[in-house]
Nanobody, 123 residues
Framework: QVQLVESGGGLVQAGGSLRLACAASGRTFSGYGMGWFRQAPGKEREFVAAISWSGGSTSYGDSVKGRTTISRDNAKKTVYLQMNSLKPEDTAVYYC????????????????WGQGTQVTVSS
């Protein structure tokens, strides 16, 4: 079992930055691939970024590539999402998720989900 709690969301102006964090409970955090997804009102949940067990491999969604960095600290059982050059279209609830796979980009691959944190980007 893994429990995930996101933090760091908020209101930011376009062009600004935010750093989201996801704290995990459980003894085997390093055995899970981790991902970030987002969901805007009326839209499907969208892949943002993923990172492998050790952090050596990463993957990014096309809409955030070049503006976003995912990282993890296995000692702190925390995964981070640094988002720069934010745009109004980045407004969504951001979810952290854990998968037993090495790394994954699909919603269906993830077993554990956090409650989400709201990110709002004003123009």
């Amino acid at each position: 079992q893994v429990q995930l709690v996101e933090s760091g969301g908020g209101l930011v102006q376009a062009g600004g930055s935010l750093r989201l964090a996801c704290a995990a409970s459980g003894r085997t955090f390093s055995g899970y691939g981790m991902g970030w997804f987002r969901q805007a009102p009326g839209k499907e949940r969208e892949f943002v970024a993923a990172i492998s067990w050790s952090g050596g491999s990463t993957s990014y969604g096309d809409s955030v590539k070049g503006r976003t960095t995912i990282s993890r600290d296995n000692a702190k059982k925390t995964v981070y999402l640094q988002m720069n050059s934010l745009k109004p279209e980045d407004t969504a609830v951001y979810y952290c998720a854990a998968t037993v796979k090495f790394i994954a980009t699909m919603v269906a691959a993830y077993t554990y989900w956090g409650q989400g944190t709201q990110v709002t980007v004003s123009s």
